[in-house]
């Protein structure tokens, strides 16, 4: 059975991408994290970044993605009460692309990826938002 969003339209629309997207974000947080980790054992660095460009990049990747997808996640989420399986699922997979992307340019497996990334994240959490005040101010209605 299917965890279904609130009645849009008269109808319940399942919301699998939402989750297979969050739960695939969480699995990207936990490989920076541990990234992170082996990199400070191999680099004897316990506290900080020692410096260390490599090690800053790291930290860096896992930060970033831990600031920015909680709440980017939950405004996409609060947003889909009003706006339907279609609209959650785009701005889903997208940020799942751009939080990838992020992450291989910060740590240099993919040319750009950090800033094409970091731009289309920052979008995609502009567009939920504005949609998720809308629907707030009652522009949307269910």
């Given at each position: 059975m299917a965890i279904q969003c609130r009645r849009i339209e008269g109808e319940r629309l399942?919301?699998?991408?939402?989750?297979?997207?969050?739960?695939l974000l969480g699995l990207l947080a936990v490989v920076l994290t541990i990234?992170?980790?082996?990199?400070?054992?191999?680099?004897?660095?316990?506290?900080?970044?020692?410096?260390?460009?490599?090690?800053?990049?790291?930290?860096?990747?896992?930060?970033?993605?831990?600031?920015?997808?909680?709440?980017?996640?939950?405004?996409?989420y609060m947003a889909s009460d009003f706006y339907g399986f279609r609209i959650v699922a785009i701005l889903s997979v997208v940020l799942l692309a751009a939080r990838a992307l992020h992450a291989g340019g910060m740590l240099g497996f993919i040319p750009y990826g950090r800033a094409v990334g970091a731009m289309v994240t920052t979008a995609t959490?502009?567009?939920?938002?504005?949609?998720?005040?809308?629907?707030?101010?009652?522009?949307?209605?269910?």
């Amino acid at each position: 059975m299917a965890i279904q969003c609130r009645r849009i339209e008269g109808e319940r629309l399942p919301m699998p991408v939402f989750f297979v997207c969050a739960g695939l974000l969480g699995l990207l947080a936990v490989v920076l994290t541990i990234n992170v980790g082996l990199m400070r054992g191999r680099k004897k660095i316990s506290l900080g970044d020692g410096g260390d460009a490599e090690m800053q990049a790291a930290i860096r990747a896992q930060g970033n993605l831990l600031e920015i997808v909680p709440f980017t996640l939950l405004v996409i989420y609060m947003a889909s009460d009003f706006y339907g399986f279609r609209i959650v699922a785009i701005l889903s997979v997208v940020l799942l692309a751009a939080r990838a992307l992020h992450a291989g340019g910060m740590l240099g497996f993919i040319p750009y990826g950090r800033a094409v990334g970091a731009m289309v994240t920052t979008a995609t959490l502009g567009v939920a938002s504005v949609l998720l005040a809308l629907a707030g101010l009652g522009l949307k209605q269910y």
